[in-house]
Nanobody
Framework: QVQLVESGGGLVQPGGSLRLSCAAS????????MSWYRQAPGKQRDLVAD???????NYADSVKGRFTISRDNAKKMVYLQMNSLKPEDTAVYYC?????????????WGQGTQVTVSS
């Protein structure tokens, strides 16, 4: 079982920066693929970035070069550094933890944190 708590959201002007944090509790954090998703009003939840247990990263095209995902296994934390923010980045951002075994799949979600980019 993994519990996830996001923080760091807020209101920021276009061009500004925010750093989201995701605190995890539970066991075996280091073997989970950790991801950030976002969901704007009336839209589906989309992958923003993920980072594997070996720290390989993947980004949505819309955030490449602006966002950076990282993890600290000792602290059980995942971060999303967001720079050059645009109004279209406005959404609720969710942290997730995922792993798969031959028998089972595990997927956990946080409660989300609101990011609003507006002047």
């Amino acid at each position: 079982q993994v519990q996830l708590v996001e923080s760091g959201g807020g209101l920021v002007q276009p061009g500004g920066s925010l750093r989201l944090s995701c605190a995890a509790s539970g066991t075996m954090f280091s073997i989970y693929t950790m991801s950030w998703y976002r969901q704007a009003p009336g839209k589906q939840r989309d992958l923003v970035a993920d980072i594997t247990s070996s720290s390989s990263t993947n980004y949505a095209d819309s955030v490449k070069g602006r966002f950076t995902i990282s993890r600290d296994n000792a602290k059980k934390m995942v971060y999303l550094q967001m720079n050059s923010l645009k109004p279209e980045d406005t959404a609720v951002y969710y942290c997730s933890a995922e792993r798969h075994t031959p028998q089972l799949s595990y997927l956990y979600w946080g409660q989300g944190t609101q990011v609003t980019v507006s002047s």
